[in-house]
């Protein structure tokens, strides 16, 4: 069996975390599938790129003033859909992101029944509302001629079509990969005979630098990391927690990434006392400044998505890390394993507070009962949560639905 996984490359900026995710994945994908290929479809590169198992495809996107988006899903689509129908018989199978439902979608879905596999990652109609919210934030309504059109397809038809359409693109899907249960549940709403399999997102095992451990001081560095800002990461959550907590001098938080300074506007009198920012750092800087630190925040407010469950990339990066992690949503194949929860500390996903008094003595529990934490930690995330080993149970899965397609 080969498969080709289908990459939409062109809104990532930099080499994000779903990139080095989609990548990692990749490379466990093809020694389960050997032949296997990466296809990255990328609107900012303008010649195609082709190696053994990658290519790069450029999408020169048409220059519309007016319903840009639909011209540019119609040209997106169109170039999937032609290097499907020229690899068809190569490839038993293309593994999609699931993007937002739209006709080219649709049109791309009815030409490949039961030949492409979706990935789901969110609880997709309510991450399209938050979008949505945030684009009309920015863009102010006006009837400019090319502001209208934007808010006539990328506003209203954008929500209408994925509550209309994406029921209809799962029902042509051959299947469906999920990262929680909770999410094959909301897939499973829409269509019940969809079949799905429940694979955990795993970390970057191409990226690893042996852990220091380090005993917890009297004063502990915590780190949290956003790529860019999201509703559902939670950092307004972590800022009201941390300054009504008694015992926050004992602790130093880190946020790296882009932050905006304005959700600290209530507390600048703990800017560089309590509070540091860091920008964006490289792969190795960030080693080092992880390295530093004795605990790490994951996302806090995954209930933006109206989600209890979550998967999320930067806590499988700190485990692999050797950082304890805590966590403000519930990640089922954490709790799943004793050997990683215990490293743990997890919240309910709402707006309740942090416990940081309860978070400061879980982690200086943690380091004052094992001098090698930050290593025992390290090894039980390269145990448990490789691509290698999440994906184990894909062949039979895409077997199964050999069967039945």
Known sequence: MKICYLYIADNNNFESG?????????????????????????????SPNISDSLYKIPVNYPNRNYFKQYFNQKKLFSLIGNFIKENRNTYNYFILRYPFACLSLIRLMKKNEN???????????TELKIIIQK?????????????LSYYISDIFFALTLEKKLGKKAIKLAAG???????????EKLKYPSYKTIVISNGLNSNIKKNATNKRGSLKLKGVFIAGTYAA??????IINSFISTKTDRNIELYFVGKIDKKLFKNCSEMI???FFFMDYLNQDNLNDFLDDMHFAIGTCALHKTRLQEGSVLKVREYLSAGLPVIIGHKDPYIESITDLKKYCLSFNADDSLLNFELIYDFVKKLYDQNINLNTDIQQQAFKYL???????????FLNNLQKTT
């Open 18 to 46: 779903v990139d080095l995710k989609v990548k990692s994945k990749f490379d466990s994908l093809k020694d389960l599938f050997p032949g296997s290929i990466l296809v990255q479809f990328d609107g900012k590169i303008k």
């Open 115 to 125: 030949k492409i596999i979706f990935e789901h990652n969110t609880n997709e109609i």
């Open 135 to 147: 684009n009309k934030q920015l863009i102010p309504f006006t009837f400019r001629p090319s502001i």
């Open 176 to 186: 469906g990969i999920c990262v929680t249960p909770e999410i094959e549940f909301i």
């Open 232 to 237: 559902w990461h939670g950092i307004e959550r």
């Open 272 to 274: 560089g006392v309590s």
């Open 386 to 396: 490789t691509w290698k080993q999440l994906l184990k149970p894909i062949p039979t």
